[in-house]
């Protein structure tokens, strides 16, 4: 499983780098699958990767709380270690856990690539998302 955000990136990029990656499966984790650059949007998304091969799922049961997003990229502060304390907890229990459970599922059998905006991985949720699903104790 791998993560990939698409800041930087276009949808031939994008899709050039999953195929590149054998991705099968891309399982989007925006809560809303909008976007203001082109290509982006859950429509327009599925089909770009439909036409690549590419199966498209959206799962809004892993997506950051809007509220939560600003605080969540800033790493080294307080806010940031809430911020992450507050999606760990909503992706371990209830729809959440059920979806990370869905989720490893999925990626026993399929190549997968958890896609969200940020190009740094670090300051995206999906970084706990795939530690979730690794089994990782430490889900950052």
């Known amino acids: ?21 054998g991705v099968e499966v891309l399982i989007d984790v925006r809560l809303t699958p909008l976007s ?30 809007k509220d939560n997003r600003a605080a969540y990229a800033d790493v080294a502060s307080d806010a940031g270690a809430t911020a992450r304390a507050r999606y760990r907890e909503l992706i371990t229990s209830g729809d959440g856990a059920d979806a990370v ?12 690539a958890v896609l969200c905006f940020e190009a740094d991985q670090g300051h ?7 530690a979730a699903v690794a089994g990782s104790s430490v889900l950052v």
Do not use: W
């Open 1 to 21: 499983m791998i993560g990939i955000g698409y800041e930087g990136l276009s949808i031939d990029e994008l899709v050039a780098r999953l195929q590149a990656e």
């Open 36 to 65: 203001r650059k082109p290509g982006f949007s859950k429509r327009a998304l599925s089909e770009a990767l439909s036409a690549a091969g590419i199966r498209y799922v959206h799962d809004r049961r892993l997506g950051n709380p």
């Open 101 to 112: 459970r869905d989720l490893a599922a999925l990626s026993e059998e399929h190549t997968v």
């Open 124 to 130: 995206c949720h999906r970084e706990q998302v795939i």
